[in-house]
T-cell receptor, first 114, second 113 residues
Framework: AQKVTQAQTEISVVEKEDVTLDCVYE???????LFWYKQPPSGELVFLIR??????QNEISGRYSWNFQKSTSSFNFTITASQVVDSAVYFC???????????FGKGTSLLVTP | GAGVSQSPSNKVTEKGKDVELRCDPI?????LYWYRQSLGQGLEFLIY????????KSGLPSDRFSAERTGGSVSTLTIQRTQQEDSAVYLC???????????FGPGTRLTVL
């Protein structure tokens, strides 16, 4: 069975704070793919990053960074110096080689206030 | 280039009526997916298509739901005899082949009264 857990339902921070969104996954497959998507108030899911199970290198893109740790089955997402425009619901997702559907976590709602 | 487009953006219907939701994938993307997003269930996979292959319908919740993809491009999701529990946002995504990163459209918000 595959499962993605985003334990944080809602997070509220003040602008310029750093914030980390947690994602823990479960799968028995040895090859799998992890994703983060952002869903702003407009509703459209925006792709942020994709990671393959065989590549544990952390990734940084501007203010965004991702920490992939197979030992703890986690794929956490950090926003540095948060901005109001970062306010959105963030979803972590998992796909394995057993199929092509994405298994999504329940999402974390991030509110950044001025 | 243009992203995934969906129509209508909003649909209100009465219980028992049939509805059709349309998805236009990104040009050149051969794989197309439908998901449903509701408050209670989160984001759920419904069906996907790849080229002319038989679709994977494993996520369709009942036989009232069906989908087709004509000419390997546009897809229509049909819900027959709608029920109130069908109220949700229906999201379409496409990718360059199965296994590619999925890019999502803006969704269709369906409300069944």
């Amino acid at each position: 069975a595959q499962k993605v857990t985003q334990a944080q339902t809602e997070i509220s921070v003040v602008e310029k704070e750093d914030v980390t969104l947690d994602c823990v996954y479960e799968t028995r497959d040895t090859t799998y793919y992890l994703f983060w998507y952002k869903q702003p108030p407009s509703g459209e899911l925006v792709f942020l990053i994709r990671r393959n199970s065989f590549d544990e290198q952390n990734e940084i893109s501007g203010r965004y960074s991702w920490n992939f740790q197979k030992s703890t089955s986690s794929f956490n997402f950090t926003i540095t110096a948060s901005q109001v425009v970062d306010s959105a619901v963030y979803f972590c997702a998992l796909r394995t080689n057993s199929g092509y559907a994405l298994n999504f976590g329940k999402g974390t709602s991030l509110l950044v206030t001025p | 280039g243009a992203g995934v487009s969906q129509s209508p953006s909003n649909k209100v219907t009465e219980k028992g009526k049939d509805v059709e939701l349309r998805c236009d994938p990104i040009s050149g993307h051969t794989a197309l997916y439908w998901y449903r997003q509701s408050l209670g269930q989160g984001l759920e996979f419904l069906i996907y298509f790849q080229g002319n292959s038989a679709p994977d319908k494993s996520g369709l919740p009942s036989d009232r739901f069906s989908a087709e993809r004509t000419g390997g491009s546009v897809s229509t999701l049909t819900i027959q005899r709608t029920q109130q529990e069908d109220s949700a946002v229906y999201l379409c995504a496409s990718s360059v082949g199965l296994g590619g990163t999925q890019y999502f459209g803006p969704g269709t918000r369906l409300t069944v009264l």
